[in-house]
């Protein structure tokens, strides 16, 4: 049963535009939204992570909207650069010390 | 200094065989998780350890065993290897309460 849905599977964006991908949940009893960013041959890797009391929290290029009403989270990567070409993939936890839960990934690649 | 590290990086063998996989982190971390990414890369948990105990055991074959034998090590043995065990093995590591869960570079195995 997949408890984390993400969109779109894949996503082609060109230098210096927004990157958007989207996940819903259904577990109301989530409070902790990661996002990992995976290079091939590498392990997921802890991007920007957020809690159900803020609705948006900002790093550099990187930004999670989180809106807690409609169970569902997205992340913004601004000005997007052909280093940030991987696979990003959402998730989900009851805190951090449980197991992630996480969406099927989505494959960005941003061109030059 | 690498903080979660897992060998070996590459393992190919054949059907029926018994293979272990190691993990070791040196964050000072109290939980330990294996995690298994298919062909597709959906990454899906199969177990938690937290401070050498048991904690989540997820529907896995009786044929995957892990082995904490301290809080900083945690190893995957498969028993009576099958085709469909091919996949990327992950090993990760987090505080039981807080952020930051931290994965290894993962182990590609393929059963031959």
């Known amino acids: 049963q997949q408890q984390v849905k993400q969109s779109p599977q894949s996503l082609i964006v060109q230098k210096g535009g927004i990157s958007i991908i989207n996940c819903a949940y259904e577990?109301?009893?989530?409070?902790?939204f990661p996002w990992y960013q995976q290079f091939p041959g590498k392990g997921p890797a802890l991007l920007i992570a957020?809690?159900?009391?803020?609705s948006e929290k900002k790093e550099g290029r990187f930004t999670i909207s989180f809106n807690k009403s409609a169970k569902q989270f997205s992340l913004h990567i601004m000005d997007s650069q052909p280093g940030d070409s991987a696979t990003y993939f959402c998730?989900?936890?009851?805190?951090?010390?449980?197991?992630?839960?996480f969406g099927k990934g989505t494959s960005l690649l941003v061109t030059p | 200094d690498t903080a979660v590290s897992q060998t070996p990086k590459y393992l190919v063998t054949q059907m029926g065989n018994d293979k272990s996989i190691k993990c070791e982190q040196n964050l000072g971390h109290d939980t330990m998780y294996w995690y298994k990414q298919d062909s597709k890369k959906f990454l899906k948990i199969m177990f938690s350890y937290n401070n050498k105990e048991l904690i989540i055991n997820e529907t896995v074959p009786n044929r995957f065993s892990p082995k904490s034998p301290d809080k900083a090590h945690l190893n995957l043995h498969i028993n009576s290897l099958e085709l469909g065990d091919s996949a990327v093995y992950f090993c990760a590591s987090s505080r039981f309460e807080g952020y930051g869960y931290t994965f290894g570079s993962g182990t590609r195995l393929t059963v031959v």
């Open positions: 998730a989900a936890s009851r805190n951090s010390g449980y197991a992630l839960n």
């Open positions: 957020i809690r159900p009391d803020v």
């Open positions: 577990n109301t009893a989530f409070d902790y």
